[in-house]
C-alpha cells in the first residue's frame, strides 16, 4: 500500500452541481426558521468523533431546505466542520432516518464520484492520524478555531488513491468492526426498552405506591466543582455529554484530583444521573451501573435511593421513564434554564408495589446485564477499529491479515 497514488481531494469530487459546497450563511438559516419537524439540520452534535448521530436534530420545512438546495446532503455524502471542532468528519448512513438532511452553516458537504472513490474508505480515510493532521494544517486557532477559506482548503487535501478494489476491501474490514458495533447499541436498546416495558406493565398490574423523588433518597445533591487533572490516576469526572440516550459514556469524561472530591460525591452503583443545567442537555436521565470510582461535574444530581424505602433499580427505572416530565422541569432565561434541587426533589414517580419491586429487579437487573456487555464488547471492537485504522492506512497491515484479526474478534 505504501506505493498508493496521492491526489487532491477535489479530484474525486461527483459531477452533481454543488458536490461540494458550504452550509447556507447564518442569515439563510436562523432559529425562526425551526419547526417541530421537516427536515433535519446536521450540526456538529450530530457528527461527534466522527460518528453520525441521526438523532437531536433541530428542523426546517421542506421549502426552506429547497430554498438552500447545496446544502442539501444525501446517504453517502462525507461532511466536514469547518468552524469549532475542527478535524469532525462522519459520512451520511447509507440507510438513515430521514429522507433528506440540510448541513448547517459550520459545515461543509463533499460528495464523491463513487466509480473511482468510496465515500467509506475516505470516511475512515480522514479519521486516521494522517487524515486528520492534513485537516488540521489548515486550521486557524485565532478566536473561533476555523479552517482558512474551507471550500478550497478541503478541496486540496491530500488524499491517497487505491484501486477500487482495495478501497473496498479496507472499508469493509473496518465496517465489519463498526456493524457489529451498531449491533450491539441495538442490543442494549432493546434490552433498555424491554426493561421499560416491564416496568411500566408491573406499574399498571396493582395500585402500587406513587413517592416523591426526595421522600425516597438518602441522596440527592449537585456533583463538584472539578480541579481538572490529566493523571490516568485520578478520579473519573462526567458531564453533561456523558449522558446520553438513558446511559453514561465515559468517552467524553475527563479526570478531576481525586483529594478534592468528598465522600458523598462519589457515585455508587444503581445511583440515577440527571442532567440540570443548560439547554438540549437538560433533563437527560441515566442509570450509573458501573463499579468504578467516579464522581460528576455540578452541572449533574446525584440521586440515591434508600433501599430500605424503595429498589434502587426500579426506581431508576421509574426516573428514566419520567424523563420527557423532567426535561420540561427546567427554569430560567433562554440559554441558562436551570433544574433546582427541589424541583427534582418534589418529582413524583410511580412504583409497582413492594412485592411486585422484588419480583422485577431480578429480571430488569438481568436485561441491564446483558446491554452493559453488549456495550463493553463495543468498547473492545471500537479499540480494535481505531488500532487497525492507522496501520491499514499506513500499509503497515496488509488487508488479509486485518481480515483474520476482524473475523476473530467477532
Not at 411486585?356 to 463493553?376: C, N, T
Request: hydrophobic residues 40%.
Amino acid at each position: 500500500m505504501a506505493d498508493w497514488e496521492f491526489v487532491t481531494f477535489g479530484q474525486l469530487s461527483s459531477l452533481d452541481k454543488s458536490s461540494f459546497s458550504m452550509g447556507p450563511f447564518g442569515s439563510k438559516i436562523t432559529k425562526e426558521n425551526y419547526v417541530r419537524s421537516g427536515v433535519p439540520v446536521i450540526r456538529g452534535v450530530n457528527l461527534a468523533r466522527g460518528v453520525f448521530v441521526d438523532d437531536e436534530f433541530v428542523f426546517v420545512t421542506d421549502e426552506k431546505a429547497d430554498e438552500i438546495l447545496s446544502a442539501n446532503v444525501k446517504p453517502g455524502d462525507l461532511i466536514f466542520t469547518h468552524r469549532g471542532t475542527i478535524g469532525q468528519v462522519s459520512m451520511v448512513p447509507r440507510r438513515p432516518k430521514h429522507g433528506r438532511y440540510v448541513i448547517g452553516s459550520s459545515q461543509v458537504k463533499t460528495r464523491l464520484d463513487e466509480q473511482v472513490a468510496v465515500p467509506e474508505f475516505y470516511y475512515y480515510w480522514f479519521q486516521s492520524p494522517q487524515g486528520q493532521n492534513s485537516i488540521l494544517a489548515h486550521a486557524s486557532t485565532v478566536g473561533v478555531p476555523g479552517i482558512a477559506t474551507p471550500l478550497t482548503s478541503i478541496r486540496s487535501l491530500q488524499v491517497p488513491l487505491p484501486s477500487m478494489g482495495e478501497q473496498k476491501a479496507v472499508a469493509g474490514v473496518l465496517g465489519a468492526l463498526d456493524d457489529k458495533i451498531a449491533v450491539n447499541e441495538r442490543i442494549a436498546s432493546t434490552s433498555r426498552e424491554l426493561g421499560l416495558a416491564l416496568f411500566s406493565q408491573a406499574v399498571s398490574l396493582d395500585a402500587g405506591m406513587e413517592v416523591d423523588v426526595e421522600g425516597v433518597s438518602c441522596a440527592l445533591t449537585r456533583g463538584v466543582a472539578p480541579k481538572y487533572s490529566e493523571s490516568p490516576d485520578d478520579l473519573v469526572v462526567l458531564n453533561q455529554k456523558c449522558i446520553r440516550g438513558g446511559r453514561v459514556s465515559l468517552s467524553l469524561s475527563r479526570r478531576t484530583q481525586r483529594e478534592k472530591v468528598k465522600a458523598p460525591k462519589l457515585l455508587a452503583k444503581n445511583d440515577v444521573l440527571v442532567n440540570s443545567t443548560g439547554v438540549g442537555t437538560l433533563g437527560r436521565v441515566a442509570r450509573w451501573t458501573a463499579d468504578d470510582a467516579a464522581t460528576v461535574d455540578s452541572h449533574i444530581t446525584i440521586v440515591r435511593f434508600d433501599e430500605a424505602q424503595v429498589d434502587p433499580v426500579c426506581a431508576g427505572f421509574a426516573m428514566l421513564r419520567a424523563q420527557p416530565e423532567i426535561e420540561a422541569m427546567g427554569e430560567g432565561s433562554t440559554g441558562q434554564t436551570e433544574l433546582r434541587r427541589a424541583q427534582l426533589g418534589g418529582l413524583a414517580i410511580a412504583l409497582p408495589s413492594k412485592e411486585r419491586q422484588r419480583e422485577l429487579r431480578p429480571r430488569l437487573d438481568s436485561l441491564e446485564a446483558r446491554a452493559d456487555q453488549a456495550l463493553d464488547e463495543s468498547k473492545a471492537l471500537a479499540t480494535l477499529r481505531d488500532t487497525l485504522l492507522p496501520q491499514l492506512m499506513s500499509g503497515r497491515l496488509r488487508i488479509k491479515d486485518a481480515e483474520k484479526i476482524v473475523e476473530d474478534a467477532t
